[in-house]
């Protein structure tokens, strides 16, 4: 935990878990953790903040980077029926802002179309993307 201290995080983001005992630690000092991220998630992370993954083997005199924000948003997925007990299903996505252009970027897009109009505008804005990434 003392190495955790050491890099003064605000955000630790895991793969798996950590022991309880960590857990309250890490809470205790004002760090926020997010546990059960797959390793292809905190791979884009990693490539979008410019920061390595690490292990806490690997903290000792690591150099962190920083975003502007992180913030979690629940959506009400509008295109599933019902869930259990009548409820809608939601998704909870964290979002990460502030962090250098050149490494990345989401697109959110919102649409209620048909499937195939949809495949349709999001192969074409797939081609956009690709075609202005190529003029960087």
């Avoid at 005992?21 to 992370?45: C, S």
């Avoid at 980077?65 to 009548?86: A, L, M, N």
Wanted: charged residues 25%.
């Amino acid at each position: 935990m003392e190495l955790i201290k050491i890099c003064h995080p605000n955000v630790i983001l895991v793969e798996k878990t950590v022991s309880r005992d960590i857990q309250e630690a890490i809470l205790d000092n004002g760090m926020t953790l997010v546990l059960d991220m797959k390793l292809h998630r905190l791979e884009r992370v990693a490539r979008c903040t410019g920061s390595p993954i690490l292990s806490c083997d690997d903290l000792n005199g690591q150099t962190l980077r920083q975003c502007d924000s992180i913030y979690f948003e629940k959506f009400v997925e509008e295109h599933d029926g019902t869930g259990e007990g009548g409820k809608r299903p939601t998704k909870t996505l964290m979002f990460i802002e502030g962090c250098p252009t050149r490494l990345g970027c989401t697109v959110r897009l919102y649409m209620q179309l048909g499937a195939s109009v949809f495949l349709f505008i999001l192969t074409q804005l797939s081609k956009l993307i690709k075609w202005i990434l190529h003029l960087l």
